[in-house]
């Protein structure tokens, strides 16, 4: 059923919202990883609108979205045999690009920058939506500039209330979790964000990829460390650590928990799994959860892994916990 700006995705809504993006009006879009906040990538004004939106810093440059691999190769320049390799094995998928740009892509889109991000999302509703629009789309995540991602079409909803553009329900989003960035510009390929992608996949394709340190990483333009994050001062904590922590505060605190634990009142816990894809997938539920919970502080329990999917996970989870910067 159809509430309000949320919309059922059918063949009617989806040409609605085509419709909508062709006269540069705004779209949420589910996708696999997160919904993101659709603009036409070739009208500036539309894509302007994007930023203002999401308080976006101007220097923070857009991912375009397209449908096929021949749609990417018009907004970049020099795509090569290891550019078709790498979309053959990932695309449709969460991994995206970046290549030095062609003239299609526009320095609004780029924020200036002489290179381009592209991707081609695998969930149907996005791919459907870009094929009816028949153009390619940009999406940033679809929430305020340095706040939690949108895995649900009612996130979505909330980060942008005072917005009457729709939102196309495709669910909860299958993987929770941002694309993996690769920039293909420099003298090796380099993973700019970590994501559902691995760096162990990609190593099948790229013998040479550089994976930067987490929290080390940071070479994506117009990124702050402090992402993804609740408006509750949040802090990561080591299972053990948790007992102590909570007994030295004196208001109420709330444990995003690996697994069931018992917290005694005032202070609550918001279950996780221990399971890297569930765990992912309910990511940035779990911290709204835990930012709606009348805690005063969100104590992150630490997960002691570090690879695979785990790695964009510890990502996520300590950049949002980065302090905001003092005003
Ligand atoms: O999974 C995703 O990628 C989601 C869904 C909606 O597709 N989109 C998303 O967009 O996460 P956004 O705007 O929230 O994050 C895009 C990231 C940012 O870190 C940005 O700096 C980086 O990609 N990026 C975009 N263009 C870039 C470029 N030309 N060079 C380097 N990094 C770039
Ligand atoms: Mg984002």
Redesign the pocket.
Known sequence: MSTGRILEPTTESIEHCARHLQRGGLVGMP?E????LAADACDDDAVRQIYRAKSRPAG????V?VSRPEQAQRFTEGWDAQCQRLADTFWPG?L?L?LPRSGRASDVV?AG?P???V?S?AHDVARALIEATDRALV???ANQSGHVSSTTAAHVVSEFPELAFPVLDGGMCALGI??T?L?LTGEHPIV??PGAVTARALRNVLPDLEVPVIGEQGA????SPRHYAPNTPTVLVTASQIEDRLAECTTPATVLSIGPRKVTGPHVAVEMPDDPDAYARRLYAGLREADESDGMLILVESPPWTDGLWRAINDRLQRACVPPLSP
Do not use: F, Q
Not at 220 to 223: I, M, V
């Open positions: 996708t990883t997160v919904y993101g923070n440059p857009l991912i979205h969460p995206t970046v780029t920058h290179t381009v991000a991707r999302p999406a940033p995540s941002e694309s960035v920039d700019l964000r994506s333009p117009g990124t």
